[in-house]
């Protein structure tokens, strides 16, 4: 929406150094965000990052399209809020463009850059309104990676933007006119009164008070994401194995975890014998594994697909050692196939040990910090070249005394 504008505006004021320069900014806006847009657009293929175009497909979340559904005794409280709120939004902006443009008034007639940007945000505010109905469909599906918004209704902040905007022209021609021309002013003012208290008694019967006495939001406990999950994970995550942190493939060992954050692991190790310790922690590019400060292998855990008594199917871990039988809850199982569960295992040797897992950033993710430094950088300099040479030509100015 903010692209749209940029270039409509350029274009109806012919100002292409303009149009230029905000490009220049949005390149620079971007550079600055590179830290964070770079790894996620380039970085997709580590996650599940399909799955949330599969669960929510973008063209399935047009607004008014159940609204029938809604009157037949079936409703959806949300997706009805969200069908409300878009015609609110959409007449709200109906009447401010008449106020202002139909009775043509004479503030805006003497402020024509004030018009112009009145009607560039009617377009953009009224085309957002057009892209989130089911009739956007043939244009829609030609713009690419539309969908990465997830739900056309997003689009809302857009267009609830432009209605504060209108608002506040409203109150400017009302401001500007309440002396000369009372019936402008009075029409424009209680446009503007009617969006801003419209809007705050909508939210507050449509969402403060049906949502207040709702129940607290809990988090889980152990929040599992299956888009977040890296793509060569075993992908049943409700079928996962239940198993303790940090585990010895054999048992024959003591440990101690010290450290758990998202980040570090630090588990002190000690062993008699050979052998594996495996780590609850999916195999994400980027973590390093140090045995005793030294850089160790990561091994892919391994898992069983298993069928128990009732044929109820389930997920264990590999412990693949000498004399290890498959089974659950002591009991024997009928194997069914051999999976990659996509967590870490490490080897060890006997001997006490110091075992950190470490989440350290990818090549592109130390790359785009750069990017992001450089442009922050950049933005400094260009922040402080006006001031600095303001300060040279009233030097060069400055006769001396």
């Known amino acids: 929406g903010f692209g749209m504008y940029v270039v409509m505006k350029g274009v109806m004021e012919r100002e292409w150094r303009g149009v230029v320069k905000v490009g220049a900014g949005l390149v620079m806006g971007l550079g600055i965000a590179g830290a964070y847009i770079i790894p996620a657009a380039l970085e997709q293929n580590m996650i599940n990052s399909d799955n949330i175009a599969q669960?929510?497909?973008?063209?399935?979340?047009?607004?008014?399209?159940?609204?029938?559904?809604y009157n037949s005794g079936q409703p959806d409280y949300f997706l009805s809020l969200i069908d409300r709120t878009w015609i609110l939004t959409a007449l709200s902006i109906i009447i401010a463009a008449v106020a202002l443009l139909v009775f043509k008034t004479q503030a805006l007639n003497r402020a024509p850059r004030l018009k112009q940007r009145v009607i560039l945000?009617?377009?953009?505010?009224?085309?957002?309104?057009?892209?989130?109905?089911?009739?956007s469909y043939p244009l829609g599906r030609l713009i690419p990676k539309i969908d990465i918004g997830v739900f056309t209704w997003r689009m809302l902040s857009v267009t609830t933007l432009v209605l504060a905007l209108l608002a506040g022209a409203c109150a400017h021609v009302a401001f500007q006119t309440r002396k000369r021309l009372r019936?402008?002013?009075?029409?424009?003012?209680?446009?503007?009164?009617?969006?801003?208290?419209?809007?705050?008694?909508?939210?507050?019967e449509e969402v403060v008070k049906p949502y207040s006495n709702g129940d607290a939001f809990v988090p889980e406990p152990e929040h599992m994401n299956y888009a977040l999950m890296p793509r060569a994970a075993y992908g049943d995550i409700f079928h996962l194995p239940k198993v303790d942190p940090v585990v010895l493939a054999q048992g024959k060992g003591s440990i101690v975890v010290e450290r758990w954050s998202p980040q570090h692991r630090l588990a002190r190790?000690?062993?008699?014998?050979?052998d594996r310790l495996l780590f609850r922690t999916f195999d994400f590019p980027g973590w390093t594994v140090t045995v005793d400060g030294r850089p160790a292998n990561i091994i892919p855990g391994?898992?069983?697909?298993?069928?128990?008594?009732?044929?109820?199917?389930?997920?264990?871990?590999?412990?693949?050692?000498?004399?290890?039988?498959?089974?659950?809850?002591?009991?024997?199982?009928?194997?069914?196939?051999?999976?990659?569960?996509?967590?870490?295992?490490?080897?060890?040797?006997?001997?006490?040990?110091?075992?950190?897992?470490?989440?350290?950033?990818?090549?592109?993710?130390?790359?785009?910090?750069?990017?992001?430094?450089?442009?922050?950088?950049l933005l400094f300099v260009l922040t402080l070249a006006p001031i600095a040479l303001q300060r040279r030509k009233r030097g060069v100015l400055t006769p001396p005394s």
Not at 269 to 274: D, E, G, I
């Open 55 to 69: 669960t929510y497909p973008y063209h399935d979340s047009y607004t008014l399209v159940r609204w029938g559904v």
């Open 121 to 135: 945000w009617l377009i953009v505010g009224c085309f957002m309104c057009f892209m989130m109905t089911s009739l």
């Open 183 to 204: 019936h402008e002013a009075v029409l424009a003012a209680s446009v503007a009164v009617w969006i801003v208290i419209g809007s705050a008694w909508f939210s507050l």
């Open 269 to 274: 190790v000690a062993l008699s014998r050979p």
């Open 302 to 377: 391994q898992g069983l697909r298993v069928q128990v008594e009732g044929d109820e199917e389930s997920v264990i871990r590999k412990l693949d050692y000498p004399g290890w039988v498959p089974s659950m809850d002591g009991k024997p199982v009928n194997v069914l196939g051999e999976i990659v569960l996509g967590d870490i295992t490490v080897e060890l040797e006997p001997g006490a040990h110091e075992v950190r897992l470490d989440y350290l950033p990818t090549p592109i993710r130390r790359k785009s910090g750069i990017i992001t430094m450089v442009s922050f950088g």
